[in-house]
């Protein structure tokens, strides 16, 4: 049995921002079915009692949860690293110097793009958010905590990329993540206005690996590429119910973010089980697990050790059935399915842009 | 890039180990771990910002006495070089 080194923990999934591509499911907890404090502690120590050793405080906007200085001290008393992945808007310098003597070891602050009117275009933010960012990365890097930058990027400010590079620059974290946008919950929803071309794809590609070269030994760049352009999936979530767990506002234990988006699974809730009964016992986490699971051609491939075929919420969203092989795998049989997306977004385009669906703004539960 | 011998290394922020009673130990870092054996943990538990480079050098050399001492400087300097690239450490 493979031991779990990371609790994501949803703590809730309220937030100021509207992100186009949020990774929240579209069915959202609200306020009133959020776990309380107590469980949020409980569940950080059985974490750590099974060998977890980091965690990342998410949401929605973690900062909306008033306790988040007890859920931050708990989880490193309990000798777990702290990660909070937010995107800044509620914080002041009060709060973050707290969460700080709290035990918070590392602060990710997220970005819409490098340009003032991005968190209104994709975020639907009100104004001011983007001086509030550059604020709380000044914060951060003051008070000598770890900082990442992470930029989401997608069709619509991929071009930007080098301003993005510059910006991180000069504010020089420890580490830049570049994310394209990954295809599920509200990014779905979106795709045909979120997915790069190839072309700009490949460019932002060249971009990113001469940014990682230069700034080697000052900031570590990372980034995550759209894999509908890929020949192999990405190794989803690191194989599912191997690393990671994540635990959603409600208390259900989840082998992926996206994993409520598929029907029949059950999950159990950390308010009935033990974190530890659910990693081993819970339906959910060992319906994927290992290779018993796989259908051809995952069950005789060579690369099955390497991506565990792919992400079955993906397979599930582009296929209908989850435990396929993930569609965009060139050895899949589905590929196709994805081969017609990509093309319909490369497609010539003569004269006129053509008309853009509009946004879904992902709304904020009360 | 060599480090210089008068350097102080110390850890990055949002780097640690994890507590003494914890095991493995491991050096903590923002989304990644590494596991520490022996030797690189003695090192690490040197980056303190107090110690140069040349002091870790030194200890090191006492603490392994059977070991050719320009090898243990040889691997301390390649050590080092290798955690400031992950940006897990910083010379001060
Ligand atoms: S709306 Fe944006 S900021 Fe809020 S949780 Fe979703 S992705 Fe994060
Ligand atoms: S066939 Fe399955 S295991 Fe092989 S590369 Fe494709 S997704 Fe991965």
Redesign the pocket.
Known sequence: MPKPLVLIAELTHR?????V????PREMVRRDGELPTEAWTRVVQEAAALGVLQTDLT???PLARTDLMEIVGAARGAGLYVSLIT?GAPLDERRLEGLAGAGLDHLQL?FQGAREENAAQF?NASAGTWEQKLRVARWVKQIRIGLTLNFVIHRENVDQLPEMIALGEEIAPGRIEFAHVQYYG?AFANRARLLPTREQLDRSLEILKSAEERLRGRTRVEYIVPDYYAKYPKACMEGWGRKAMIVAPGGDALPCHAAPAIPGLAFDNVREHSLREIWEDSAAFRRFRGEEWMPEPCRSCDRRAADFGGCRCQAYLLAGDAALTDPVCSRSPQRPLVDAIVSATNAPRAGMPPAMPDWVY?PNPS | MTPEMEARPRLAPGCRLNEAKQQPRVLLMPERALRLNGPSLEIVERCDGTRTVRQIITEMQKLYAKAEPQKVEQDILGYLALLHEERALDFE
């Open positions: 937030c100021p921002l509207h992100c591509y949020c990774s929240n949401g929605g906007e995107s997220s975020a509200w992902r």
